[in-house]
Nanobody, 125 residues
Framework: QVQLVESGGGLVQAGGSLRLSCVVSGRTFSSATMGWFRQAPGKEREFVST????????YYADSVKGRFTISRDNAKNTVYLQMNSLKPEDTAVYYC??????????????????WGQGTQVTVSS
């Protein structure tokens, strides 16, 4: 059984920073491509960022490029999302996801097999 647990969300003012963490249980973490997605009220879930198994390659949505940084620590079974220069439009529930099919970076939610429960990020103006 693979479980993902996010933490680090909260309320922050525009321009502030937060770091999200996602701890993955099970032995698949080091072989999994990881991703972050988000869903704002009344909107569809959207891609934020993804990172390969080794951490050597990353990819970002245009809306967060230059502000967010994804990283991982395979020894701790944890993936991170450092969010800087936050904007009110970043307000959403943020989800981490694991892709275990052995393939690389993906911005498509259907290619991820396991999901966390989400953590709320609220950015006030």
């Amino acid at each position: 059984q693979v479980q993902l647990v996010e933490s680090g969300g909260g309320l922050v003012q525009a321009g502030g920073s937060l770091r999200l963490s996602c701890v993955v249980s099970g032995r698949t973490f080091s072989s999994a491509t990881m991703g972050w997605f988000r869903q704002a009220p009344g909107k569809e879930r959207e891609f934020v960022s993804t990172i390969t198994r080794s951490g050597g390659s990353t990819y970002y949505a245009d809306s967060v490029k230059g502000r967010f940084t994804i990283s991982r620590d395979n020894a701790k079974n944890t993936v991170y999302l450092q969010m800087n220069s936050l904007k009110p439009e970043d307000t959403a529930v943020y989800y981490c996801a694991a892709r275990i099919d052995g393939l690389g970076l993906s911005m498509y939610s259907y290619q991820y097999s396991y999901w966390g429960q989400g953590t709320q990020v609220t950015v006030s103006s």
